[in-house]
């Protein structure tokens, strides 16, 4: 079975301080990582993607995440966080397990201030 | 650039109206998803299609329907409309070689 779950769901940081968004994950098989960011009334945009290539992950934006297996934990990070950066952020987890599923953590909304 | 559109931004139906949410998406794109979005509950899947003409229930498929006649198509149907599904929609759509999905726009619902 596949799970995610997002740690916090409420995140505020200081504009030019950095972001740590965290993500953990429950897999029977290799599974594909995403993170989405979705912006107030938008439909949801592809930050970035792993899938059994590099552990470390660069998305738009100046995003990357690190996939730990040991620590099945897949955390999103940005070194300088800016005004725009404000939405909401979704883990999510995929693969073929006994079926298609993908797994939708429960977000994180981002704020950052000024 | 994938591209997924959703019929209306906004939408306002009364109680008992039969409600169409139309989604299409421009890169052949095998599979096809209908999820509702929540305050605190996320993304729940409705309803998804792996091909024309196919669909298989999701998380919540209760009191929805949904039709896929052409392959960059899907529809979602609400036979008879009820407060209780006022929400954000949101159709995306993915290929059988990725996992990744692409979202449209999605569409606000508001049932009085």
């Known amino acids: 079975a596949q799970s995610v779950t997002q740690l916090d769901s409420h995140v505020s940081v200081s504009e030019g301080t950095p972001v740590l968004l965290r993500c953990n994950y429950s897999?029977?098989?290799?599974?594909?990582l995403f993170w989405y960011v979705q912006h107030p009334n938008k439909g949801l945009q592809l930050l970035l993607k792993?899938?059994?290539?590099?552990?470390l992950v660069k998305g738009i934006n100046g995003f990357e995440a690190e996939f730990k297996k040991s620590e099945t934990s897949f955390h999103l990070t940005k070194p300088s966080a800016h005004m725009s950066d404000a939405a909401e952020y979704f883990c999510?987890?995929?693969?073929?397990?006994?079926?298609?599923?993908?797994?939708f953590g429960a977000g994180t909304r981002l704020f950052v201030k000024a | 650039d994938v591209k997924v559109t959703q019929s209306s931004r906004y939408l306002v139906k009364r109680t008992g109206e039969k409600v169409f949410l139309e989604c299409v998406q421009d890169m052949d794109h095998e599979n096809m998803f209908w999820y509702r979005q929540d305050p605190g509950l996320g993304l729940r899947l409705i309803y998804f299609?792996?091909?024309?003409?196919?669909?298989e229930k999701g998380d919540i498929p209760e009191g929805y329907s949904v039709s896929r006649e052409k392959k960059e198509r899907f529809s979602l149907i609400l036979e008879s409309a009820s407060t209780n599904q006022t929400s954000m929609y949101l159709c995306a759509s993915n290929s059988n070689r990725g996992y990744e999905q692409f979202f449209g726009p999605g569409t606000r619902l508001t049932v009085l």
């Open positions: 999510v987890v995929s693969g073929r397990t006994g079926g298609f599923k993908t797994i």
């Open positions: 299609s792996y091909d024309v003409k196919m669909k």
């Open positions: 897999s029977s098989y290799s599974p594909s």
């Open positions: 792993y899938t059994s290539a590099a552990t």
